[in-house]
C-alpha cells in the first residue's frame, strides 16, 4: 500500500512539472510575441503637419512592415513632455523644425547619439550634429520675396541692406518669438558679431511696415495687398502658396517672387528640420532604420516634391519648382552654431524691441 502511495506521488509530481513546464513554454512564446510586436513599430513625437510626412509614413510601413504612431504637437511642448516621461516614454524618435530646438533638445538631455554609417553617408556634415544626436531631413531657405509690380530686383542685395532708409515702412516678418527669425539672428552673430546683428535688428525694427504678426504666408498676402513691398519667408512657403487649394492664395503665390540675398558675400542663410533618436527608445533599431529611410533617395524626392523643400542628401536633385528659383550660396557655418547662439539672439530681439 505504501508502496502504491509513492509511485502515485512520483506521477502526480511528474504531471505536475510537465503542466509547469508547459506554462512556462506558454509564457516565453507570449513574450516572443510581445517582442515580436515591438519590433514592428516605431513611435514618434513630431511637429510636422504635413500629409505628404504621411505618405512617407506608409512608405515606410509598405517596405518594412513597421508601423508608425505618430503624435504631433508643438516642438517645445515635445521636448517638455520628453523631459517629463523619461524613462516612461513611448517616443523613439523627435522630429522637429530648426536646428534651434534640435539643439534644445539636446540639451534637455532627451536624445542620444546614433551610429549609422547610411546616415553618415546621405547627410553632409554641416546638416548633422557634431555628437550625432540629430540629423537634418530637409533644408529651407530663408529668402526676401517681395512684390513683382512694386519692387525691381534690382534693388535688392543683401539682408543688412534692407535696413536701409528707402524700405522705411516697407518691410515685413513675423514675431520675434518665431524660432526661424531667432536662427536667422543668431547667424549674424555667427558671422558678423554681436554688435553688428543688433544694428540689422534694430534696423529691421525701424523699417518694418506694421507689428510683426502672422506666419509666413501672411507676410505674402501683406505684400500682395500693399501693406509692406518685402518679406523675410521661407522659401517652402511661397511652394506652398502656389500650390494651395485655395485660389486666393494661388495668386498671392503668383504675385510675389524669391530673391536669394546676400550671393556676393555671406550667403543665404539655409536651416534644417530634423529629427533625434530619443535617450529612452522602446524600439531603437527600429527607429534608426526610419531615421535612415527619411535620409535615402525615395523619401528625400518626397520632400522635394511634395513639400518644395530642398533635400538635403546631395545625390537628391530640388524640385522643378525650387529649381526655377536658381541656384544660390548658402552661408558657410555650422548650424549647430544657431542653436548656441540663441539665447544671445534672443536677448538682442527684446533689447531692439522687435515684437
Request: net charge neutral; proline share 2%.
Amino acid at each position: 500500500m505504501i508502496k502504491k502511495k509513492i509511485i502515485s506521488a512520483v506521477l502526480v509530481g511528474v504531471m505536475s512539472m510537465g503542466i509547469l513546464a508547459g506554462c512556462s513554454a506558454s509564457s516565453d512564446s507570449a513574450k516572443k510575441e510581445v517582442v515580436k510586436s515591438e519590433e514592428k513599430v516605431v513611435n514618434i513625437y513630431t511637429d510636422r503637419h504635413y500629409d505628404s510626412d504621411e505618405e512617407l509614413y506608409k512608405m515606410f510601413t509598405g517596405k518594412t512592415g513597421i508601423k508608425v504612431n505618430v503624435v504631433k504637437g508643438k516642438s517645445d511642448e515635445l521636448i517638455e513632455r520628453l523631459k517629463r516621461e523619461g524613462k516612461d516614454t513611448q517616443a523613439d524618435i523627435l522630429i522637429t523644425a530648426d536646428v534651434g530646438r534640435l539643439y534644445r533638445a539636446k540639451n534637455s538631455e532627451v536624445l542620444q547619439p546614433v551610429k549609422s554609417d547610411k546616415l553618415t553617408k546621405n547627410i553632409p556634415e554641416k546638416y548633422r550634429d557634431e555628437d550625432n544626436q540629430w540629423f537634418g531631413l530637409t533644408k529651407r531657405a530663408r529668402v526676401i520675396v517681395y512684390s513683382k509690380d512694386k519692387v525691381d530686383p534690382k534693388e535688392l542685395s543683401t539682408y543688412e541692406e534692407l535696413t536701409n532708409s528707402k524700405w522705411k515702412e516697407k518691410v515685413l516678418v513675423r514675431s520675434s518669438t518665431n524660432i526661424y527669425n531667432q536662427s536667422l539672428l543668431a547667424s549674424f552673430i555667427e558671422i558678423n558679431g554681436e554688435e553688428k546683428a543688433k544694428e540689422w535688428a534694430k534696423g529691421l525694427v525701424e523699417n518694418m511696415a506694421r507689428e510683426p504678426q502672422g506666419n509666413d504666408r501672411d507676410q505674402a498676402k501683406a505684400v500682395v495687398a500693399g501693406i509692406g513691398d518685402v518679406a523675410i519667408m521661407n522659401t517652402y512657403y511661397v511652394g506652398k502658396l502656389l500650390n494651395s487649394a485655395d485660389k486666393e492664395e494661388v495668386k498671392v503665390g503668383n504675385s510675389v517672387k524669391v530673391f536669394f540675398p546676400n550671393q556676393d558675400t555671406t550667403g543665404t542663410h539655409v536651416n534644417i528640420s530634423g529629427a533625434g533618436l530619443t535617450k529612452h527608445a522602446k524600439n531603437k533599431e527600429n527607429a534608426v532604420k526610419f531615421i535612415e529611410f527619411l535620409s535615402g533617395t525615395e523619401a528625400q524626392k518626397q520632400y522635394a516634391e511634395a513639400n518644395y523643400e530642398y533635400p538635403v542628401n546631395p545625390e537628391v536633385e530640388p524640385s522643378e519648382l525650387l529649381k526655377s528659383w536658381g541656384t544660390f550660396k548658402e552661408q558657410d557655418i555650422r548650424l549647430s552654431k544657431l542653436g548656441e547662439n540663441n539665447k544671445k539672439a534672443v536677448e538682442i530681439l527684446n533689447e531692439v524691441n522687435w515684437k
